[in-house]
């Protein structure tokens, strides 16, 4: 088999170093030279300091065959790639015509006098080939060092997105032989992490098939990473018999070719199919149910309130007779919202979720009633949740709107409304 | 001068080498360790291979006096924290009973029997010592190898950012002599990142304050970070400066010692001092506006729909009188929705955000029309959102609540109900 072939993220700025940004530069290369068949080895972030761009330079042009560099080519003195590049490797910087011709025209078509200080950005360092920055000011520009090929690019992400998808991407497809890898991730709702490790314990995988799991709240993922050249067809007979291990847990499936998505995505085909809606009251998820629908025209309603009493009220029951049990509470309560509503679907969530504990106690975790109304009965059950308290009312919506997914599953596709 | 106290961050897990899930942890910790008084020397990501979590640990062992480490302390085979830092620094993993019994425990509440597997997450290395994780089941452990102190955390945010605080700072901050800068932090809703700028250029700070922005949707933070040392005095004075210049833009001021906190706190304080209450309609923003005041017991209720027309009937209105343009709808709904909910404000937004765009084409800015109800009457406004959907919608939702916060602030404190 070929040696990987070995990339690197190499991020520079203070205000990445030091937490001001996020870095989601980093993020976007890795996935787009992943998806390449790259081997992502490492990515690396360091502050506007010369001595340490320069270490981390020198240290990457030694153990990667590509690294994409981004951030450090503007204008003012604390950008300092090029003159790191120059240091490290020994190639001193000299002005490239054509460049500083480029970032006169980028002001003149502005209006505005160039200012002196961006003569430097047109300094490149020796035997390397400028990349043209259409979107800005600052041109970058690619060289090979010891193994290493580099690419050093703006950290703007439009003009750095730009530059990769219009520059680099083809020189790195024409300079390696890359054979890109296949990944096929199960979603699943209901399941930890090491259970859904241990029901698939049965699973025979081979050596070369990577198996990973992800805590992507909600949801939790299983990931199939399938090397160049895997048979498709056993890749498919894997991934079946992990479905089937796995049973209803499984929500759907992406990199199959069939429709994936999250959650809402695959009740929403179920219930466009039946031209179905759904409506909603929400006491313990405060609003979660209805953001996890967003955008989706299948969500008739959601109420977000306090407490069970007030949902009753707005649904116009009589005062008084709503039982304090939430067990006896939520049923009454998903029963009127979809007589009220006109859905044909209703789902409840009661409890209430600690949001102002300032995580000095562990508050315990928090019980909460979920009740489904719809044309086949109504049923309701206890959920006991925990974590953070944005993870709680996650969980919360993610288990109702999963316990509609089941019973869509289970009840035979409607020809009429019922 | 004493010589700069030297931290490195280190990331781990294939989902944050290859893209699948930004790395926002890095960039807490970062802004954390840089408050405390520590000089951030790099941040490394690498995946789920032994060899090379094991090289990336012994580089930082000599060149770094604290690391903090984030991923890889789960149950299933591919989290090899532990493993990797028993082969790197020679310390064989054992059991250790109290993190055994912990994760017993935790499974316990939630009604479960311990999957096997979870005992993984009880085994530390040797000469280790445990941090409790009260969120989750990943024990975290700090180990002194060669000049550097590492810290251990899981992975899963809300986790991580617990430990760290109640358990990793305070050895920090007893460890070494760290001398901590301090950090202040403008929030502003409703001014771009280039308009702060703009405000304050007049502005004349000495050349050791660090003036930074950020976006921090749907809030916009101006951050100045005083050198340590720095005169009391001469920061709040220009810190009152900089909020005068910003006018009402600014929220709160985090850092002052003042109560700061975000939109939702800063507006709750001001319905608390009054016993008033909040109702909101949303058909922008898809439960944003219940979920950014999630936990506040002032919001009554928030009504999420698909359109004006099913928040007009479901508050009880006559069918087929509601004006179809939403300038005209809005307060009228606003209106209702108090005298209905008996809320002392209502908040209405109405306006339609493309989610399903793919963004192949920018679907172009979408105008939204914000309406608010009070004891002092009904006020209305439109206004004009970009980005991504789920920032449109957070914007929306802030920009409602703000103009709540200008209302509160306009109004004088009620002594009674009006």
């Known amino acids: 088999m070929d040696r990987p072939v070995l990339a690197e993220i190499f991020s520079q700025g203070d205000e990445v170093v030091t937490g001001q940004i996020t870095d989601t530069n980093a993020a976007w290369l890795a996935q787009r030279l992943q998806h390449l068949g790259f081997d992502i080895l490492r990515h690396s972030t360091v502050g506007d300091r010369l001595e340490r761009l320069v270490g981390l330079l020198r240290e990457i042009a030694c153990r990667a065959d590509c690294c994409v560099c981004t951030g450090g080519l503007g204008p003012t003195v604390d950008d300092l790639t090029a003159e790191a590049v120059a240091l490290a490797f020994e190639r001193p910087l000299g002005l490239d015509r054509d460049a500083l011709a480029q970032i006169g025209r980028y002001f003149d078509r502005r209006g505005y006098p160039m200012p002196a200080t961006n003569t430097k950005q047109a300094m490149v360092p020796n035997a390397s080939q400028r990349l043209d920055n259409l979107c800005g000011t600052a041109p970058g520009f690619t060289l090979q060092q010891g193994r290493c090929f580099f690419a050093f690019l703006p950290g703007v992400p439009a003009e750095m997105k730009a530059m990769f998808t219009q520059q680099v991407e083809p020189r790195l497809a024409a300079r390696f032989r890359l054979r890109p890898t296949r990944l096929i991730i199960l979603r699943t709702i209901g399941l930890g992490e090491s259970t859904l490790q241990q029901r698939l314990e049965g699973l025979e995988l081979p050596a070369s098939v990577r198996l990973g799991f992800r805590a992507a709240v909600p949801e939790n993922e299983v990931k199939f990473l399938f090397p160049p050249d895997f048979p498709v067809a056993e890749a498919s007979a894997l991934v079946d018999q992990a479905s089937r291990l796995l049973g209803d847990a499984v929500v759907s499936i992406d990199g199959v070719g069939l429709p994936g998505g999250n959650l809402a995505a695959v009740i929403g085909r179920m219930l466009l199919s039946r031209s179905a809606t759904l409506a909603a009251a929400e006491t313990a998820s405060a609003g979660q149910l209805a953001w996890q629908c967003r955008g989706q025209r299948w969500l008739a309603q959601s109420l977000v309130a306090g407490d069970a009493g007030r949902v009753w009220s707005l649904l116009g029951g009589d005062p008084g007779i709503l039982p304090d049990d939430p067990v006896q509470a939520g049923p009454l309560l998903a029963e009127r919202l979809r007589e009220n509503s006109g859905a044909r679907y209703a789902l409840v969530n009661l409890g209430t979720i600690p949001h ?63």
Chains 1, 2 share one sequence.
């Open 356 to 418: 102002d504990s300032a995580l000095a106690a562990d508050p315990g975790p928090s019980t909460v009633t979920l009740a489904l109304a719809g044309p086949h009965g109504t049923v309701s059950r206890q959920v006991i949740v925990a974590g953070s308290p944005d993870r709680r009312c996650s969980q919360v919506a993610a288990l109702s709107l999963d316990d509609l997914r089941h019973a869509l599953a289970a009840a035979p596709e409607a020809t009429g409304k019922t």
